[in-house]
């Protein structure tokens, strides 16, 4: 769905960008375009909207970067500090968990985003949360405003059984998808891949005939 949030004067904000994320058998993949945009303007062409919070985390960025950063580092730094505590790894439940009473806490002056967490714990789990703190646990999700695109291709190729190569590319293929119809969408595709004892991210660079 295409992120809309009211600011107090009643104009709509509208997230530009597209990431998604799936389950395939015991890994997680998440997926994202580069493009951050001003309005009509394309403001850089590098943005990485793929955000690790532990060696078994990461988020996906939809909606203003600046909120979306400071969400990062307070996950990033409470997970630090729950696994000094404990001793414990926080599960990708409590991560996502925290940000949404994080998110559900500012509902009257949310923060602008939409995001995806997703993780490796006793397998792999994806969350997607919306500003206002919703939380549900998906098999695959993508958030931003090429997300209607992207999920016509999700919807089409998601299979319980998936391989991580097929994985990546239905991932790619979906952001791909999105950036040939959606001008806030563009110019290469971040892939992570976590699963158990693993965190790897890849880049492909974009043409209209890549993947």
Do not use: C, W
């Amino acid at each position: 769905m295409v992120l809309r949030v009211f600011t107090r004067n009643l104009k709509p904000i509208m997230s530009g960008t597209t990431t998604v994320g799936l389950i395939a058998r015991d890994k997680i993949i998440l997926a994202a375009d580069k493009r951050a945009t001003e309005g009509f303007m394309i403001a850089s062409r590098r943005v990485k909207k793929i955000v690790k919070i532990t060696d078994y985390a990461a988020m996906t960025m939809a909606g203003l970067v600046a909120d979306a950063q400071v969400l990062a580092d307070i996950l990033r730094e409470e997970a630090r500090l729950y696994e000094l505590d404990t001793g414990v790894r926080m599960s990708i439940k409590s991560i996502a968990t925290l940000l949404s009473n994080i998110l559900f806490s500012y509902k009257f002056f949310p923060f602008i985003v939409q995001v995806l967490i997703g993780g490796y714990d006793d397998r792999p789990r994806l969350y997607t949360l919306d500003p206002f703190g919703s939380i549900i646990e998906e098999k695959f999700a993508a958030t931003g405003s090429g997300s209607p695109i992207a999920y016509g291709v999700l919807e089409e190729h998601y299979s319980d059984n998936l391989t991580i190569d097929d994985a990546v590319k239905i991932v790619a293929s979906a952001i791909r998808s999105a950036m040939l119809r959606d001008v806030a969408s563009g110019d290469g595709i971040d892939i992570v891949m976590i699963g158990k004892n693993m965190y790897e991210e890849k880049f492909i660079p974009f043409t209209p005939t890549t993947i």
